[in-house]
């Protein structure tokens, strides 16, 4: 699902180590205050889904931002104050309810900085229509807070997979 090591992102670095996980073909809700491995529900409820239940963007699971309401999920990794930072994230949406379209936020340190929508029209749980998003910040401090939160009412929301933090070249080159 997301990338990490034991103190949870290390940018520049990609593991594909999955977190706990869902039954296979169906899902485990997280209420505000239960975690993912190193992320942390804080508002709301999502859904972590298991393998099976649809396709991953990558490995096996992936994260409903709406369960029995829309959620947010965040997790707090080391950072160097004044370096910039590129977050890569895949997108889709829950198929099996409405709205058709899903929207949310990414938040960094609590403030959004990007937006996102996706609409969930003609996919399915075989075809979730993924897209890689990407947010580029630079930190504040020795520590960041990354969030993804949903901002659409109901049981079916954005879908979050295969989260990425690489810090980005001083020289403005691409990655």
């Known amino acids: 699902m997301w990338s990490r ?57 992936s994260v409903d931002l709406n369960a029995t309401e829309p959620g947010t999920v965040a997790q707090t990794f080391r950072t160097t104050a004044g370096q910039r930072y590129t977050v890569t994230y895949s997108l889709a949406a829950n198929p099996a309810g409405g709205p058709a379209a899903k929207t949310g936020s990414v938040l960094i340190d609590g403030q959004n900085f990007q937006d996102f929508s996706f609409n969930s029209t003609g996919k399915s ?25 949903s901002t659409v009412a109901g049981s079916y929301g954005p879908v979050i997979d295969d989260v990425q933090v690489e810090p980005c070249c001083q020289c403005g080159c691409s990655k």
Not at 26 to 55: C, E, H, M, N, Y
Not at 125 to 146: I, S
């Open 125 to 149: 749980f075989a075809n979730m229509g993924y897209v890689t998003r990407e947010v580029t910040f630079v930190a504040n401090g020795t520590t960041t807070k990354l969030g993804f939160t």
């Open 5 to 61: 090591t034991t103190d949870g992102f290390s940018p520049g670095r990609r593991q594909h180590d999955e977190y706990p996980t869902a039954p296979a073909n169906a899902f485990t809700t997280l209420s505000s205050g239960q975690s993912i491995g190193p992320w942390k529900v804080t508002r709301g409820a999502v859904d972590l889904i298991g393998a099976g239940f649809w396709r991953a963007a990558e490995g096996n699971q």
